[in-house]
């Protein structure tokens, strides 16, 4: 139905329907292309180091020692803890 009546209408009724098709075509097309260029842009930034190892960490290891118990005898999630049944 659209179609027979875009086909009928007047030259001037189809360059408008062609530009308004355009214009709104644009806009998403600029959307993506934004998103892709920040996407490219921005695509190492949260990506470690690949020569990374967690004892060159200083903040790593400073909340290990914090988190590690006073007298160094117990363990975090033991197997003794754990009751199977």
């Not at 921005?42 to 988190?67: I, S």
Request: glycine share 8%; charged share 20%; hydrophobic share 45%.
């Amino acid at each position: 139905m659209c179609y027979n009546s875009a086909s009928a209408a007047k030259a001037g009724a189809k360059e408008a329907l062609a530009n308004g098709v355009l214009i709104l075509l644009v806009p998403p097309m600029v959307f993506f292309a934004l998103i892709t260029v920040v996407v490219y842009m921005y695509r190492n930034k949260f990506r470690g180091p690949a020569d990374w190892r967690p004892e060159h960490d200083r903040e790593l290891q400073e909340l290990l020692a914090d988190l590690a118990p006073a007298n160094g005898n117990q363990q975090i999630g033991r197997s003794e803890d754990r009751v199977i049944g």
